[in-house]
């Protein structure tokens, strides 16, 4: 006996407990990106990568220090750190005693180390001493993954292949629900794949850059701005934050009411 059931059609956006997702066609995802997109376009006309440099080296060095670390830090470390290696030679041959010295602040400084010292060998061995400009050429480095290449290849090579996904993108995403498959703002393969199938690929590498501009000045991680932003009619989750904040509240508030003992008849 056939089932009862109708076959269910899959959406982009389902709702989810604790989630804020939309009920929205891929079509519609879409059109609200473009939207999201424009304004953004409007509050940083010229967004760039955030990490100081002169050089698809200096970019590819500074990339892999930011792993785990602000850019922020890794701005303040790596003037010194280019005036003593300027070349993947000089990276190539050095020793990793001094390297993990002048990188120590950036976290995790002796694989850091480990893997800007073998990067440069496999530069000077295979490339000539120049960083390569595709993907495939890239994630033969050590210490490159998908990340660090797009940022090489949309930041300096000016080639969009693909998108990069850090903590703020991640986090952006999923606030705005332009992301469906991904489990949470972590999953960044499935994350990049959903914002390269919403945002056209010649602006993949600045909407990168705008997402990034945002999460820092409006759309933190513990307290979004909401009531400075002006994408909030856009954004799905505009203003939860401060609605879940206000129920925990009140909940622990609950909590510390003694409940009225019932009287006997």
Wanted: hydrophobic residues 35%; positive net charge.
């Amino acid at each position: 006996m056939p089932s009862s059931k109708k076959a269910k059609k899959k959406k982009t956006g389902t709702q989810k407990q604790g989630s804020r997702k939309l009920r929205e066609s891929l079509t519609k995802k879409k059109d609200r990106a473009q939207r999201i997109l424009g304004e953004l376009e409007r509050l940083y006309p010229a967004p760039e990568c955030a990490l100081t440099h002169e050089s698809a080296l200096q970019l590819l060095v500074a990339t892999i220090l930011s792993a785990q670390c602000t850019d922020e830090r890794v701005n303040m470390v790596t003037p010194a750190l280019f005036d003593r290696y300027n070349s993947a030679q000089a990276f190539a041959e050095a020793e990793p005693a001094e390297l993990e010295s002048l990188i120590q602040s950036t976290g995790f400084y002796r694989n850091k180390a480990k893997n800007i010292i073998g990067a440069g060998q496999v530069l000077v061995r295979d490339f000539n001493g120049d960083v390569p400009d595709t993907m495939d050429d890239l994630l033969t480095l050590p210490g490159v993954a998908r990340k660090t290449a797009n940022v090489i290849l949309g930041t300096w090579f000016e080639k969009n292949e693909g998108f990069v996904v850090d903590t703020h993108i991640g986090r952006l995403a999923h606030r705005f629900d332009l992301t469906w498959s991904s489990r949470d703002s972590k999953d960044a393969i499935k994350i990049e794949r959903d914002l390269m199938e919403v945002f056209p690929q010649d602006r993949w590498t600045d909407v990168g850059h705008m997402f990034i501009l945002h999460g820092r000045a409006i759309c933190n991680a513990r307290k979004p701005l909401c009531d400075q932003c002006t994408l909030t009619e856009l954004c799905p989750s505009a203003f939860e934050h401060e609605k879940d904040a206000n129920a925990k509240k009140k909940k622990s508030r609950n909590r510390g009411v003694a409940k009225p003992k019932s009287k006997k008849k």
